[in-house]
């Protein structure tokens, strides 16, 4: 068997989520109810055709889900550059599945979600990070990026927006990563999990276009769990112009998906023909909470800065003055204050805590405050320790 390093950063929410008062390690904006959908959209509530015979449905997801997926993507885009997966974690395992193995040379943006450079190397490419600095705004740098580039890099793997740090590729270095892509003949992979939610792009910076718009190799992931709140559907999906890459990709999936749930697939169609209505509302819930999370960090900050002021999607990471160890820190916090914060090393990035600010506003609102009281107590037993 291949060796597969553990998946760091969900086995600690795994360990937490369910028993904790405040979540401020959620990644989805917060999750809605079926009956809320139809409250935000005045559309009318969503039932389940009870006649609906439950078959495995249409293999690759139905035409009409796939048809409102590709309407996210534009007008160049159909149901035929959609296959449906069970969630972005599907789609991005599906992918490497199909692109990548031994002898492949992959090269992906460092930190991002584990998974985009742990599972190619599990199946045996050699995998370059190509590390996100601070003097470069947290970005790929594309001289880097040229310079990593050797004569077997089969793909490149960007993550926009960024988890964990929130910050956004620009158009113009998508573009450019896109012509060097073709120049050498390299696919690129684009988890575009958190698309579209561009709530806080600095001033004159328009919201990047999707990967797959700009370049015909490329091939970008997606799903209804962030920026529309429906997690609990487990449906995501890839989207590419390249029709091969899709029919080698279905070819892979008919081994470990069949097809994802008829339930799931309706209740996704429900929701992406009131997607207008639910991006409004996430957007705005961005916007109320980072208000919260900006005034907290204004007012400490001294002990919390961001690594990079969040720009969109849903998560940021902050450093904490003077605790280098945050994954024994976050695990205090969600057992001693029933917080729950995402510790920097599941990242490769100590000192810092990720911090998800799409969730329910409460959580904000009376997570924080313990955020700073746990600090002062972690900081006064350490004291009485080193005593
Ligand atoms: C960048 C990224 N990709 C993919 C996923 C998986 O999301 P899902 O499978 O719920 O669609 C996550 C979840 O946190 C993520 O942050």
């Not at 695990?331 to 029933?338: D, I, P, R, V």
């Amino acid at each position: 068997m291949p060796f597969q390093e553990d998946f760091a950063v969900e086995q600690f929410m795994d360990r937490y989520e369910t028993g904790i008062s405040y979540n401020l390690g959620e990644t989805c904006c917060h999750s809605l109810t079926l009956a809320e959908i139809s409250q935000l959209s005045n559309d009318k509530p969503f039932q389940l055709d009870p006649d609906m015979r439950l078959t495995y449905g249409a293999i690759k997801g139905s035409k009409d889900l796939r048809t409102l997926i590709a309407g996210l993507y534009g007008v160049q885009f159909s149901a035929d550059n959609v296959l449906v997966t069970n969630g972005a974690i599907g789609a991005n395992f599906l992918l490497y599945y199909t692109l990548v193995g031994k002898g492949d040379h992959v090269i992906c943006v460092h930190p991002t979600y584990s998974q985009l450079y742990s599972v190619p190397k599990m199946f045996g490419a050699e995998v370059t990070l190509l590390e996100l600095s601070e003097k470069d705004s947290f970005l790929p740098n594309l001289d880097t990026l040229k310079k990593a580039i050797k004569s077997n890099t089969k793909l490149i793997i960007i993550n926009n927006p960024n988890n964990p740090l929130g910050c956004v590729i620009s158009d113009e270095l998508l573009t450019s990563i896109c012509e060097l892509c073709k120049e050498k003949n390299v696919y690129l992979h684009c988890d575009e999990v958190y698309r579209p939610i561009f709530h806080s792009l600095p001033s004159g910076v328009t919201t990047p276009r999707s990967a797959a718009q700009i370049y015909d190799n490329a091939v970008v992931s997606g799903s209804m769990s962030k920026a529309f709140s429906l997690a609990g559907i487990r449906l995501g999906w890839i989207v590419s112009k390249n029709a091969k890459l899709l029919r080698d990709a279905a070819s892979r999936r008919d081994y470990n998906t069949i097809s994802v749930s008829m339930v799931d697939d309706a209740v996704a169609q429900y929701a992406l023909k009131n997607c207008d209505a639910i991006v409004k509302r996430n957007y705005e819930l961005c916007l109320e909470n980072l208000k919260i999370l900006d005034k907290f960090m204004d007012g400490n900050a001294d002990i919390f800065q961001y690594v990079c002021k969040p720009q969109a999607g849903t998560v940021c990471l902050i450093k904490v003055s003077q605790i280098e160890d945050t994954l024994s820190f976050a695990k205090f916090l969600a057992e001693e204050y029933s917080v729950l914060t995402v510790p920097g090393e599941t990242f490769d990035f100590p000192g810092t805590l990720r911090i998800g600010y799409a969730n329910d506003t409460k959580d904000l609102q009376e997570g924080l405050p313990l955020l700073k009281s746990a600090y002062t107590n972690w900081l006064a037993r350490e004291t009485v320790d080193g005593n």
